[in-house]
């Protein structure tokens, strides 16, 4: 009989579970290799799986190489070592609603996880049902968005509040504080219900796909057009320890610059006192300038996060050039490198501000690439230069108007080199009023959908 035959099935499903954890991981971006997928496997075997939160913690430690991507391990380990099987004792038939939100708001005014917990099973089991197909369970699917639609948790919040008001004495908690930790526990809430309604979908359509195609993916995977205001602040939070890394990576980059390429004249010339063998290179010697840098940002509509979180992050780079100049458009085009000194401290309220303050519209609201692009080259001539290496922003759509293709070819053959970074996916260029191949035939387009393209473009595009 084989070794494999004599393997004992529940060590087979405990290796199954382990490489399909780390293979969905893998799957969202991290970076796991073969020595850690060792390591958590004898984490798993020092630890035995009787306590669930010590060897998600063990797992955690083995795993993962930072903090950022602790809630999607946290989501997949849910799925691959779930509390829990199958479906809660009972019929699963309609539940009374008020009832359970009484529970409810007792449970989170007592700050109470473990009633927390049953009370997700049970708003699951008893709202978050759809379809009717004939089965064990009378259930198509699970839906966490149904479920708390039907519950409303956050109306809860003066009930809990109250209650807490009234367990305490005198209300001797501030209220904002206190209004901030109901929300917390809430919003706790809704994960633990997010996590059981995944559970249970991952019994029914299999762990990897539920792992591939239901988890939210990390902030720097996630497409800025399709980011919520949640998703663009924690991505915004990534701005100074991913400046710092561009600004090492060019300062470095620099260096290298400034030693030179090999002289060949000079360096044969110097080996004939070794026999005509170049033990010494002779190198040529520069003394690079700082380049110069020009940001052209489309702030209209959902692409505004793009170029927003796109500008705070030239802002902090701004040490490494010598000049660095912001320009907003929507359909005429306004210098905001002022304004954006002064947004560093408040990144969520840039945006905000720079349509407050500068002058983008003209009769209408629309973006129009023709018309800003043709007044930047006309105002703002002075702002390029041989030195100078220009960066586009924005997805390249007119709105059926004139692209104004001479402009671009004017800014061309002045700058020193252009740059379109197109939020956009590659496969949407052309579409509808979208003006991008027009302008991909005259400049560098790139798509730049996300964070990690981002950093990996403007590590590359950027002037030493």
């Known amino acids: 009989m084989t070794a494999a035959a004599d393997a004992d099935p529940a060590d087979t499903d405990l290796v199954t579970r382990l490489t399909g954890l780390v293979d969905a991981l893998r799957a969202h971006g991290l970076r796991i290799g073969t020595g850690e997928t060792v390591d958590a496997a004898r984490a798993v075997e020092v630890l035995g799986l009787a306590d669930r939160e010590l060897l998600r913690e063990g797992l955690a430690a083995t795993l993962l190489h930072g903090a950022g991507v602790r809630p999607v391990f946290d989501a997949v380990f849910e799925l691959y070592f779930p509390s829990r099987v199958g479906l809660p004792d009972g019929d699963g038939g309609d539940a009374d609603r008020e009832a359970l939100r009484a529970r409810l708001a007792e449970a989170l005014a007592a700050n109470d996880t473990a009633a927390l917990a049953r009370l997700a099973v049970e708003t699951v089991d008893g709202f978050g049902g759809y379809g009717g197909s004939p089965g064990s369970d009378g259930s198509d699917g699970w839906s966490s968005y149904q479920t708390l639609d ?72 996630v497409d800025f057009l399709l980011a919520g205001k949640d998703r663009l602040a924690e991505m915004r939070r990534t701005v100074q320890p991913l400046a710092r890394k561009l600004a090492t990576r060019l300062a470095a ?58 500008m705070l992050l030239v802002q902090a780079l701004h040490d ?32 905000a501000r720079i349509r407050a303050e500068a002058r983008l519209t003209a009769w209408h609201d629309s973006s129009d690439y023709g018309a800003a692009l043709g007044e930047f080259t006309d105002r703002y001539a002075d702002a390029v230069g041989p030195r100078t290496t220009v960066f586009v922003l924005g997805d390249a759509r007119t709105n059926m108007a004139d692209p104004n293709l001479a402009a671009v070819r004017d800014l061309t053959r002045r700058t020193r080199r252009v740059h379109w970074l197109n939020p956009e996916p590659r496969t949407l260029w052309g579409t509808g009023d979208s003006a991008a191949p027009a302008y991909a035939e005259l400049v560098d387009m790139r798509e730049c959908r996300n964070v990690r393209q981002l950093d990996a473009l403007v590590g590359r595009l950027l002037p030493v």
Do not use: M
Not at 189 to 212: H, K, N, Q, S, Y
Not at 334 to 339: C, F, K, N, R
């Open 320 to 351: 490494q050039f010598s000049k660095v100049r912001v320009f907003a458009f929507v359909n005429r085009v306004d210098e905001v490198t002022g304004l954006l000194v002064h947004g560093a401290a408040d990144p969520e309220g840039l945006n």
């Open 253 to 310: 980059r620099r260096r290298r610059a400034a030693r030179g390429t090999v002289d060949l004249r000079r360096t044969l010339r110097g080996s004939l006192s070794t026999g005509g063998v170049p033990v010494k290179p002779v190198l040529r010697r520069r003394r690079p300038a700082r380049p110069e840098l020009v940001l052209l940002c489309d702030v209209s509509g959902s692409v505004a996060g793009f170029s927003d979180f796109t």
């Open 150 to 221: 039907r519950l409303r948790p956050q109306t809860l919040l003066a009930r809990v509040r109250d209650e807490v008001r009234g367990r305490d004495g005198s209300g001797s908690f501030a209220d904002r504080l206190l209004e901030d930790e109901i929300r917390r526990r809430v919003e706790e809430f809704r994960r633990l219900v997010a996590a059981e309604a995944r559970r249970r979908a991952a019994e029914r359509r299999g762990r990897d796909e539920i792992a591939r195609r239901a988890l939210a993916p990390t902030a720097d995977r």
